[in-house]
C-alpha cells in the first residue's frame, strides 16, 4: 500500500496550510465564565439523535453542565499535558456520558453518536479562554475532529476521494476501529500541512454547510 500522503490533494493542502493562522485564531475567543448553554451541539445535530424518551438535546446539555461545574484551569491543565492524558481524559467523558445517558434512556447511544458528542465538546471547550497558553496549545495539539457529514466530506476530497464513501455520514463511523482510522488519516493530512486535527475541524466545518 503506498503512504496516505500519495493522495494528498495539492489545492486542499495549500487551502488549509493558508488558513491555520486564522483558524488558531478562532482559539479562546470566549470567556470561560461567559460559556452558553449549547456546549457547542446545535438543534440540527440533535436532529440525527431519534427515538430517546427525553429530549438529547436536554440530556446532553445537563451532562456537559455537570462536567463544567467541575471543570477549572486547575483541573483541566494536566488533562491536556500530553496525548497520552488527553486519551485518558476523552475516555472518561464518554464512559461518564454514556452512563448518564442510560441512567435516563435505560439503553446506549451509539458509538457514533456518544464520540461526536464528546468531540463536540471538548471543541466548545477550545473555543474559550481558560487563562493558560498552555490548555490553548493542549487542545490544538491534542483533540480530535468531531466526525460527521462534513468532516468526512471534506477527508475524503483532501485525500482525492480515495475513501469508498459515496456519501459520507455520522453513521458510518461504526466502532472505536473506524474511528481512529479516520482520526489518524485527518492527522496525517492535517501534520502534513503544520496543523491538528481539532484545526482540520475548524477548517472542514462550516456552520450550515
Known sequence: MQPISTYFNAKLTASFTRALPRLRGQLTKVPYAKRSDTFGVAGETFRAYRGWYNPPSILYREWASSVCDD??????????????????WHDSLAKS???YWYQYERRRLSFAHLYKLIDLYVKWLSRHNFGSTGITSGFIAHANCALDRQTLTKLNACLSFALPMPAPSMGQILGATTYQFTQEAIS???????????????FAWKKGG
Open 71 to 88: 471543570l477549572t484551569t486547575e483541573s483541566l491543565t494536566p488533562r491536556l499535558q500530553s496525548r497520552h492524558s488527553f486519551v485518558e
Open 188 to 202: 496525517e493530512f492535517a501534520s502534513h500541512c503544520g496543523g491538528t486535527p481539532l484545526l482540520f475541524d475548524y
Open 97 to 99: 456520558l454514556q452512563k
